[in-house]
């Protein structure tokens, strides 16, 4: 509404027809090439509190993004139910429902293992899997037996982030904090909201929780962040690895849920999978397309394989321009 009255101060008084009184809902992809915000635009002033002149220049600015939200070239079109394509100079590339809230599953553990690293705990330390740390909401599996698998706090970080396993990420977040989990779920939410990540909320560790909740436009936040540890970098951009969490020396070998980073056509610096049944399939990314950098995020894909398949639809639009149509 904002948008529409500062438009109109601009152009003139706006003649509504019978049909125009509610916009429809937009439900089509938007490629844009506007800067991606700040955090500190929610903290902005009201515009009540603005004077006419400065009021005049947001009106301008509006409608000159407007004007180039418009510009959208075909060729690409993605299957997620909610994307956005940004560069590292905070240019939106493409954006689909970034705005909108979803459950985004195990991508959770990105922020599981910020806050690990955060809390400065050993990472040799050795945790034991128990009982506590078997999933009763949704039964998953996992090769970390309960009562004979015994890792260290680094190798946890590392089945968490790589293979996506929710025992680990359970007893990450049981073992971090004296107040266990609940104290560890408190302080994801306190590194969220440090981040400008004011539409996302975890309620656990793991993202097995329907709660775990957030929007494009915030994980493009959260991976920015992850990227600046080099241990997630590592971890999450390994094709595969091998551990010994048994006393008997049984080894296990771990790969990464991406397959994109065993793919050589693609270079993966940070990434993590998620899937619940209400998150879809779900896919965040730190990657370079021909020398540039970019975040990529996926959310609610409908079948096994969206997020693979925009992935490499954003990747051969982006190499090939409008020439390539959508698979």
């Known amino acids: 509404m904002v948008r529409i009255l500062l438009t109109a101060m601009l152009l003139g008084p706006l003649v509504l027809s019978g049909g125009a009184c509610a916009a429809p809902e937009r439900s089509e992809p938007e490629i844009v090439s506007r800067t991606y915000s700040s955090p500190e635009s929610r903290n902005r002033t009201s515009i009540d ?17 407007d004007s180039l939200s418009h510009r959208n070239p075909p060729g690409l079109h993605l299957q997620s139910a909610s994307a956005l394509v940004v560069d590292e100079r905070g240019n939106r590339i493409y954006a689909k429902n970034a705005q909108q809230i979803k459950p985004i599953a195990s991508v959770t553990k990105l922020m599981t293992a910020m806050v690990v690293l955060d809390a400065g705990v050993p990472l040799s330390t050795r945790i034991g899997i128990i009982e506590d740390d078997r999933d009763r909401l949704r039964n998953s599996s996992s090769r970390l037996m309960i009562g004979k698998a015994n890792l260290t706090r680094g190798e946890l970080l590392m089945v968490a982030l790589m293979s996506s396993d929710n025992r680990a990420a359970h007893a990450l977040g049981r073992t971090t904090f004296r107040g266990g989990t609940p104290a560890f779920v408190k302080a994801m939410n306190r590194k969220a909201k440090s981040l400008g990540m004011y539409d996302t909320y975890f309620a656990d560790s ?34 595969e690895m091998t551990l010994h969490p048994f006393a008997d020396g049984r080894a296990l070998l771990y790969r990464n849920t991406n397959s994109l980073v065993r793919n050589p056509d693609w270079n993966v610096e940070i990434s993590k999978t998620g899937f619940i049944n209400e998150a879809g399939r779900c896919l965040v990314m730190q990657t370079r397309i021909a020398d540039r950098r970019l975040y990529i995020v996926l959310l609610n894909g409908s079948g096994k394989l969206t997020p693979l398949g925009d992935s490499n639809r954003v990747r051969d639009w982006l190499l090939n321009g409008q020439k390539t149509a959508a698979r």
């Open 206 to 239: 793991s993202g097995l929780n329907g709660q775990n909740r957030s929007s494009a436009e915030d994980l493009v936040k959260m991976v920015r962040a992850a990227a600046t540890y080099p241990f997630i970098r590592k971890t999450t951009s390994t094709g």
């Open 49 to 65: 509190d603005r004077d006419p002149s400065e009021i005049l220049s947001m009106a301008r600015e509006l409608y000159r993004q």
